[in-house]
């Protein structure tokens, strides 16, 4: 299975981004999440989606801005990040895996590359 992450750029505060990530390989269905890594800090957990997508869970610190969501027709996972902060600038990947929905890194056996996501005040 292999993870493509898109959709990172530069914005201000306030502003709005849309993250992609596109999955390939056999047996797409798995629980997905988006994690986030920014300088200097351990990677944290943003968000998490079943397989059905219906089900979804996020970290407090993006509950209410944030929303994630999944397209398994076009096996794609989403997230749009609305109201940005500059505290939400990080390295942003995705993740998937066969067990149960999780916010612990280790629970995930399939990383996309990342992509970066910058706020500005």
Not at 62 to 74: E, M
């Amino acid at each position: 299975v292999q993870l493509q992450a898109s959709g990172g750029g530069s914005v201000q505060a306030g502003g709005s981004l849309r993250l992609s990530c596109a999955a390939s390989g056999p047996s797409l269905n798995k629980n997905m999440a988006w994690f986030r890594q920014a300088p200097g800090k351990k990677r944290e957990f943003v968000s998490a989606i079943a397989e059905s997508g219906g089900r979804t869970y996020y970290a407090d610190s993006v509950k209410g801005r944030f929303t994630i969501s999944r397209d398994n027709a076009k096996n794609t996972m989403y997230l749009q990040m609305n109201s940005l902060k500059p505290e939400d600038t990080a390295v942003y990947y995705c993740a998937a895996t066969w067990k149960s929905m999780s916010s612990w890194s280790g629970a995930y056996d399939y990383w996309g590359q990342g992509t970066q996501v910058t706020v500005s005040s």
